[in-house]
């Protein structure tokens, strides 16, 4: 039996934001996440950490807050962000009275803009629509949500804080009316631990419905389905956007080596097994390409799907404790708290509110929250960051497109004991470009049974579902060159390594 002051359910930004939070105001806790971190919308997202410019016109509270936090995350987390600045492009056809508006709007809020001609616009992004009216600038930057999440972890562990990743909560300890624990099973040996606490934190996200409901509660929550694409190379150096109301598949944002797209909006009322659909893929695929023409004859390599928590609208909701209106903390009154809604870009002040509230509410006191002004822990261990770094050590390479060594490969299976691909892709990028892991995934499990982490039967099972699930990624997007480059790869496991009678 495990004690502490506070169980937080979910490893994505949210969560990993609470984890610091409490440990720089001295708390205890344990977080649980049943799949790595940012295994949730946090590693399905654009990675855009917005101006708020997306919001000025429908929703100037969370712009404000979105270029509030914009502003301290660039300060504080230099080695996730990039700090590309954004283009809201005006293409013949969209409405100049909009572009009016988003103006006035952005102005209203405090986010800096710059109206620049259509050739200026091009001067910066040579590959955008030539026929483009006209751009504004603002302050966009492009974050890497996995490297947010592991930096959050690092502080939380440095003081303390307990990680028990691919984990999962099945169940509630409850006594005299109130929640006491939860129990969680280890999702590779199945075993099951239980943890105890003064208070549960509900952070998961789209599971939040869920959550709640192992708990005997509910939740006023829509789940609206994203998808995205990725390109195999970077189409534009800044954050693209269409200015126009918010629509599909109207954001570009260049990540690393390459671009995502996106996304789509669909109902939905679960946020598992979600496939993206080839129609979501043709509508941001020709959305983007009005943007950037390029897209449409680029070669895809991906597209991937997330869920957004949305809040049900403030006349549905029964909680009169809105903190905001991007986001909401619910207080159970037996022990949990949820908190709901939100994005990626405003998860440190989501993190402040919660861990605020939960002080005075349940440990009766005050103590100044930090998060803000103080660096993320641990960027001096992003050494292969930005791509150029890695350049320089290109010996014993085991992932050819994204130039991951053996080095790093055996660096995060000594420095976290895993057994698993995916920890080891977050890390590293390994797998993540134009092949998808194709020709890499079977070196890279091949090291981890050379230590010893996994057995022979293991890594074949392990390889096996890192293929199923590599191929739903890819499938939505395979044409041309994707889908020959496919056919090479399908040869390899099926004829070579004979995994067809696996
Ligand atoms: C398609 C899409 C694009 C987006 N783009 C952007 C963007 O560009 N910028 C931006 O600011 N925001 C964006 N967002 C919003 C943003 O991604 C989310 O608001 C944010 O990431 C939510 O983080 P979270 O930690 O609250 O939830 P999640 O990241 O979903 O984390 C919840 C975690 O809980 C875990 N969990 C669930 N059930 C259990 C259980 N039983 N036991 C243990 N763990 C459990 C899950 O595995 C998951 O990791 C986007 C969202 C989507 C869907």
Redesign the pocket.
């Known amino acids: 039996m495990i004690k502490t002051d506070v169980i937080i ?8 934001g609470i984890a610091r939070d409490l440990a720089l105001r001295g708390i205890a806790h344990h977080l ?4 790595d971190f ?13 101006s708020g410019g997306r919001y000025a016109v429908s929703d100037p509270e969370a712009a404000e807050e979105c270029i509030r936090e914009n502003m301290i995350l660039r300060k504080i987390g230099e080695k996730c962000v990039e700090q590309t600045g954004g283009l809201f492009v005006r293409l013949a056809g969209d409405s100049r009275r909009y572009r009016d508006k988003f103006l006035e709007s952005c102005d209203r809020v405090g986010i800096d803009t710059e109206l620049l001609s259509g050739a200026r616009a091009l001067d910066l992004v040579p590959k955008l629509n030539p026929s483009l009216e006209e751009a504004v600038r603002v302050p966009d930057c492009s974050i890497d ?1 996995f490297r947010l999440c592991m930096l959050n972890a690092i502080t939380s562990k440095n003081r303390g804080g307990v990680f028990h990743r691919h ?4 169940e509630f300890i409850k006594e005299k009316g109130r929640l006491a624990g939860v129990r ?1 099973r280890d999702r590779f040996t199945g075993e099951i631990k239980d943890l105890r606490a003064r208070v549960i934190i509900n ?5 939040g419905k ?2 709640a409901n192992l708990a005997g509660h509910d939740l006023p929550m829509n789940l ?5 694409v990725i390109t195999n190379h970077r189409l534009t150096n800044m954050v693209i956007n269409r200015l126009r109301p918010p629509s599909n598949g109207d ?1 570009i ?1 260049p990540n690393e080596a390459v671009c995502l797209a ?2 789509t909006s669909i109902s939905v009322d679960s946020p598992d097994n979600l496939v993206v659909g080839a129609d979501e893929v043709d509508i941001v695929t020709r959305e983007a390409g009005r943007m950037i023409p390029e897209f449409n004859s680029t070669r895809l390599i991906r597209a991937y ?5 949305l809040l049900l609208a403030e006349k549905d909701a029964t909680d009169d404790r809105s903190v905001s209106r991007g986001f909401r903390i619910i207080n159970h009154q037996d022990g949990m708290y949820s ?1 709901l ?7 440190r002040l989501m993190a402040e509110k919660m861990v605020d509230t939960v002080l005075k509410e349940v440990f009766d006191k005050t103590v100044a929250c930090q998060t803000g002004d103080l660096p993320l822990e641990g960027q001096e261990f992003l050494s292969g960051y930005p791509l150029s770094t890695r350049l320089k050590d290109m010996k014993d390479i085991i992932c050819e497109c994204e130039l991951v060594t053996r080095k790093d490969v055996e660096s995060v299976i000594d420095r976290i004991g895993t057994k698993s691909i995916g920890d080891i892709q977050h890390r590293t990028r390994l797998g993540m470009g134009p092949c998808q892991g194709g020709f890499c995934t079977y070196r890279a499990l091949g090291i981890i049974q050379e230590k010893g982490k996994i057995t022979c039967d293991e890594s074949m099972g392990a390889l096996r579902e890192f293929l199923q699930k590599r191929f739903r990624g890819i499938r939505p997007a395979l044409w041309g060159d994707q889908l020959r480059e496919e056919q090479l790869v399908e040869g390899i496991y099926l004829n070579i390594m004979n995994m067809e009678q696996q």
């Open positions: 359910i979910g490893g994505g930004a949210t969560g990993c649980i996440e049943k799949g940012a295994a949730g919308a946090t590693g399905a997202c654009h990675g855009l950490l917005h949500p984990h999962e909560v099945f969680a952070a998961s996200g789209a599971w869920k959550i609206s389905k994203g998808s995205l954001i944002v996106g996304t799907t997330g869920v957004r928590p908190i809604g939100g994005k990626l870009s405003t998860y």
